[in-house]
């Protein structure tokens, strides 16, 4: 069992960064595989980034290439997933999640057992 909870959301202008923060407790994340998905209002939630149980493997989502880096910290229990360059698009509920390692990086919502409650981020234009 584990149990997810995330900190770090807010409001920032286009342009600006941020840094989510998830903090697990019970079972140790290296077991897992980490996750990252979103939820806009009146969309279903998509994927936004993986790390593998290491850290050695990333993937994300073509929207987030190149502005989004996911990494965590094993010895913290604590994934995190830093936002540059942010788009109003990208304003969502920002949920952290862990899956059990059947694969290296895993982007299918329906694989991940775990999930926080979730932070809001919004991007003002």
């Known amino acids: 069992q584990v149990q997810l909870v995330e900190s770090g959301g807010g409001l920032v202008q286009a342009g600006g960064s941020l840094r989510l923060s998830c903090a697990a407790s019970g079972r140790t994340t290296s077991s897992y595989v980490l996750g990252w998905f979103r939820q806009a209002p009146g969309k279903e939630r998509e994927f936004v980034a993986s790390?593998?149980?290491?850290?050695?493997?990333?993937e994300y989502a073509d929207s987030v290439k190149g502005r989004f880096t996911i990494s965590r910290n094993n010895a913290e229990n604590t994934v995190y997933l830093q936002m540059n360059s942010l788009r109003p698009e990208d304003t969502a509920v920002y949920y952290c999640?862990?899956?059990?390692?059947?694969?290296?990086?895993?982007?299918?919502?329906?694989?991940?057992?775990?999930w926080g409650q979730g932070t809001q981020v919004t991007v003002s234009s």
């Open positions: 790390i593998s149980r290491t850290g050695w493997n990333t």
């Open positions: 999640a862990a899956a059990s390692p059947v694969y290296v990086t895993v982007v299918r919502a329906r694989e991940y057992h775990y």
